[in-house]
C-alpha cells in the first residue's frame, strides 16, 4: 500500500513527501500555502509483498532508517530454554527433561510458518514475530506443577497454546488444515509422541474456571467436557441474576471454546485479543460473560466493557 501508478507515482505518499520537502501544502482554495510546524513523522514498513509496494526514494531519503534483524536460532533457543528450564524446577524430572525438546519444536514450528503462512492481500494479518512465540512459553508458564505430572500433559499443553497463539489467527480451514499437520509432525520429530496420543479426543481445552470460586485459579486441562456445558451455563445463569442487561445465550462446545479462549486472554498480563466476525455472532457476549468468569467486571454489569 498504496498501489502504484503506471509510472510508479503513488499519490497519498507524494503528499507526505510534499511536507517533508516543503513543510505543507497549499490551499487551493485561497490560494495560500499553509505551514504545518511541530511535527514529526515516524513511520514502519517491511520488504516489498504480500500486499506491500515498494516505497519511492524520494520519501525514503527523509527518514533515518532504523533495520531490526531477525534473531538467530540458537539465540531463540538459549533464552526461551533458559526461561522454561527454570520455570519447570519444580515438576516431575520426566518433564524437566523435555525443556530443550519442547523449545526446538517450538522454534521450528515458528520458523515454518513464518516462511510458509506469508500474508497477502486477502490475509494482510498473517504476520509472526517474535512476540507470537514468546506467547507461546508465556502459556507454559501458566502450568501448575499438580496438574501437569506426565509428558503426555504436557505436550498436549504445548500444542493448545501453539494453535492459541497461531491456529486461531487462520482464516480458512485449509490453512488450519496446513498447521495441524505442521503440529503432528513437529509432535513426532522432537518430542516423539503420537497425535492420538497426545490429543485423544480433538478437542483440547484448558481454562481456570472449572471450580467457581478457587482461590488461586489454577490453570488445567478441562478433562470431562460433558460437565463443561453444565458449568458454563451456571456462570450464565449468575451473570443474569446480577446484571441490568440479562443475556439469552445457548452455550454450546464451539461457543464455550471461544469463551475459553478470551479467559485465557484475560489471565495473561497485559493480555489482549482481536474478536473477528459478523454482527450477531456473539464476541461482546462471549466477551462479556468470560470478563465476569474472570472477576474482572462484577459491580459493573449494567455497561459493555
Known amino acids: 500500500m498504496p498501489k502504484r501508478e503506471k ?36 513511520s514502519a514498513m517491511g520488504p516489498p509483498g504480500g500486499g506491500r509496494n515498494p516505497i519511492t526514494a524520494r520519501l525514503l531519503r527523509h527518514f533515518n532508517m532504523v533495520n ?23 515438576f516431575d524430572d520426566t518433564i524437566t527433561q523435555m525443556t530443550r525438546s519442547v523449545v526446538s519444536a517450538t522454534v521450528r514450528f515458528y520458523n515454518t510458518i513464518v516462511a510458509g ?13 517474535l512476540r ?71 478437542r483440547v481445552i484448558y481454562g481456570d474456571y472449572m471450580v467457581p470460586g478457587a482461590d488461586p485459579k489454577v490453570y488445567e486441562e478441562v478433562p470431562d467436557l460433558d460437565s463443561l456445558v453444565p458449568t458454563i451455563e451456571e456462570y450464565l445463569v449468575d451473570f443474569n441474576a446480577e446484571s441490568r442487561t440479562p443475556m439469552k445465550l445457548v452455550m454450546f462446545l464451539d461457543a464455550i471454546e471461544h469463551v475459553s479462549r478470551i479467559s485465557r486472554v484475560l489471565r495473561q498480563p497485559r493480555g489482549n485479543a482481536l474478536l473477528i466476525g459478523v454482527g450477531g455472532s456473539g464476541r461482546q457476549s462471549l466477551t462479556r460473560l468470560a470478563t465476569f468468569i474472570a472477576g474482572s467486571c462484577r459491580g459493573r454489569l449494567g455497561h459493555d466493557h
Not at 533457543?77 to 533458559?82: G, R, Y
Not at 486477502?122 to 504476520?127: D, M, N, Q, W
Open 7 to 42: 509510472y510508479f507515482a503513488q499519490p497519498p505518499i507524494e503528499l507526505l513527501r510534499q511536507w517533508c520537502d516543503y513543510g505543507g501544502w497549499y490551499d487551493r482554495s485561497e490560494r495560500k500555502f499553509r505551514s504545518v510546524i511541530d511535527m514529526v513523522i515516524i
Open 68 to 90: 531490526l534483524t531477525e534473531m538467530d536460532d540458537e539465540s531463540m533457543h538459549a533464552i526461551f530454554a533458559t526461561i522454561l528450564a527454570n520455570f519447570l524446577v519444580n
Open 117 to 129: 503462512m506469508l500474508p497477502t492481500p486477502s490475509k494482510p494479518h498473517y504476520t509472526f514475530n
Open 132 to 202: 507470537d512465540l514468546g506467547k507461546v512459553f508465556q502459556g507454559l508458564l501458566m502450568a501448575s506443577p499438580t496438574r501437569t505430572s506426565s509428558p503426555v500433559e504436557f505436550a498436549r499443553l504445548w500444542v493448545h497454546e501453539t494453535s492459541r497463539v497461531f491456529r486461531d489467527r487462520l482464516v480458512n480451514a485449509e490453512d488450519r488444515a496446513w498447521v495441524d499437520s505442521l503440529l503432528q509432525n513437529v509432535l513426532a520429530t522432537f518430542l516423539h509422541l503420537d497425535w492420538s496420543k497426545v490429543v485423544p479426543r480433538g
